[in-house]
Antibody
Framework: QVQLVQSGAEVKKPGASVKVSCKAS????????IHWVRQAPGQRLEWMGR????????EYSQNFQGRVTISRDTSASTAYMELSSLRSEDTAVYYC???????????????WGQGTLVTVSS | DIVMTQSPDSLAVSLGERATINCKSS????????????VAWYQQRPGQPPKLLIY???TRESGVPDRFSGSGSGTDFTLTISSLQAEDVAVYFC?????????FGQGTKLEIK
């Protein structure tokens, strides 16, 4: 069965960086894309970016102004999301999610990780 | 960015009754080249990640009960639960995957009356 298992909760100070992992199993990792979505308290789900796990190309939301980097390790079937220059407003649950892709089309999110709580506090 | 606006924000429905949630996009998310609407619906129970229910506006994901259905085209979409069950208590989100950034509705909280 398809599973996306994320790394554990993190507590970071303002200005620091955090790197969250998402290990995939139950399918061919390189045949899908991995997206990162966050959910801050009281806010709507916010898409951060995605990586084509096969080709490695990435796309990011302009809302993060270059603070987010998404990467993958195909040998480990794992995707990573690193967010830098953390501030209190980045406190949220961060999810990875899988989508099908074909050419430049990236679809809906059919499987999600369990979520990783990142708390930014001095 | 495409803004997705759901209505209502919260909804209380009796068990066995119909629940209807609406979602409006700020621009059309219908691709005329393939006649597909790039909208999905998700269910999120407390403490859980979102779960895909519907994609292409009306295609039910495998394993999703047939009481869940999606409809609409262009800018106006609807998720309908034909006969509410206790396990349907959750927050429901619409999402467009027509363009980047992918955007979500603000969510509709569904409760039992």
């Amino acid at each position: 069965q398809v599973q996306l298992v994320q790394s554990g909760a993190e507590v970071k100070k303002p200005g620091a960086s955090v790197k969250v992992s998402c290990k995939a199993s139950g399918y061919t990792f390189t045949n899908y894309a991995i997206h990162w979505v966050r959910q801050a308290p009281g806010q709507r789900l916010e898409w951060m970016g995605r990586i084509n796990a096969g080709h490695g190309n990435t796309e990011y939301s302009q809302n993060f102004q270059g603070r987010v980097t998404i990467s993958r390790d195909t040998s480990a079937s794992t995707a990573y999301m690193e967010l830098s220059s953390l501030r209190s407003e980045d406190t949220a649950v961060y999810y990875c999610a899988r989508s099908p892709y074909s050419g430049n089309y990236y679809g809906y999110f059919d499987y999600w990780g369990q979520g990783t709580l990142v708390t930014v506090s001095s | 960015d495409i803004v997705m606006t759901q209505s209502p924000d919260s909804l209380a429905v009796s068990l066995g009754e119909r629940a209807t949630i609406n979602c409006k996009s700020s621009q059309s998310i219908l691709d005329s080249s393939n006649n597909k609407n790039y909208v999905a619906w998700y269910q999120q129970r407390p403490g859980q990640p979102p779960k895909l229910l519907i994609y292409w506006a009306s295609t039910r994901e495998s394993g999703v009960p047939d009481r869940f259905s999606g409809s609409g085209s262009g800018t106006d979409f609807t998720l309908t639960i034909s006969s509410l069950q206790a396990e349907d208590v959750a927050v429901y989100f619409c999402q467009q995957y027509y363009s980047s950034p992918r955007t979500f509705g603000q969510g509709t909280k569904l409760e039992i009356k």
